[in-house]
């Protein structure tokens, strides 16, 4: 997996407007970009556990239809379950599934595949795959419980993810503050050309609450409350 701050050539594909306007027509505004990470499957490599990518669960716009996070990912191949395709559960953005009870994503044992039988790396029988055509644009709500098939094939399978922030100044001040935070470490250094590329999507928050307001109970930012029934 490799974070966007090292690539700035990402620049176009985070402007790119087709799927910006394709935002607006869903009613997104003030979308603003977070980061992206381009992760590369190899073959023969395990499943990817089940997830959700949101961390504003205090906000109240994570328990509402706008979601405060969303996710564009560009699957550079086709993909399918023999080679790693996405797998989703259907309405777990908006509902209590039994994944919301156990644990939170990106810790260092469930990423190194420690234990096969977490049940994170089930089949569940409410799961879809969804199979994309190399090129084509998945967008997602960052609340849904995804995961990803094993890739059983002999090629590479790859994925640029990028995460939009929509209605970024109705978010509440401290989580405001370590997106915004977040976002710049990463990206600026990136030469003005491509800054200039979205320039409209760079956080902007001038406020006087430290990143470390978050971040200091970022398990409680990464789990819903009983707010999500
Ligand atoms: O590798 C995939 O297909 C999914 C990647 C993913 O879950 C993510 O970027 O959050």
């Not at 381009?38 to 490599?45: E, M, Q, R, Y």
């Not at 644009?137 to 002999?154: M, P, W």
């Not at 710049?184 to 430290?210: A, C, F, R």
Request: hydrophobic share 35%; net charge neutral; with cysteine.
């Amino acid at each position: 997996m490799i974070g966007s701050g090292v690539y700035p050539e990402l620049a176009y594909l985070i402007g790119n407007p087709k799927p910006l306007e394709a935002l607006g027509a869903m009613n997104y505004h003030n979308n603003k970009f977070w980061k992206a990470v381009i992760i590369s499957k190899s073959p023969g490599s395990p499943r990817l556990y089940w997830h959700q990518d949101c961390m504003m669960w205090q906000d109240p716009s994570a328990y509402s239809k706008i979601s405060p996070m969303l996710f564009f990912m560009y699957y550079l191949e086709d993909t399918n379950r023999n080679n790693g395709c996405l797998r989703v559960i259907p309405g777990s953005h908006r509902h209590r599934d039994e994944l919301h009870g156990m644990g939170a994503a990106h810790q260092k044992e469930i990423n190194r595949y420690e234990n096969p039988d977490d049940p994170r790396f089930s089949d569940y029988p409410n799961e879809i795959d969804v199979p994309i055509k190399s090129g084509d644009l998945v967008i997602g709500y960052g609340r849904i419980f995804h995961a990803a098939h094993s890739n059983d094939s002999k090629r590479w399978r790859t994925v640029i993810t990028i995460w939009i922030l929509p209605y970024f100044d109705n978010l509440i001040e401290k989580v405001r503050s370590w997106f915004n935070n977040d976002y710049h470490i990463m990206h600026d250094d990136w030469p003005d050309t491509s800054l200039k590329k979205y320039q409209s999507l760079i956080p902007n928050y001038n406020g006087s609450v430290k990143p470390a307001e978050m971040i200091q109970d970022i398990e409680i930012h990464r789990t819903p409350d009983s707010r999500l029934k």
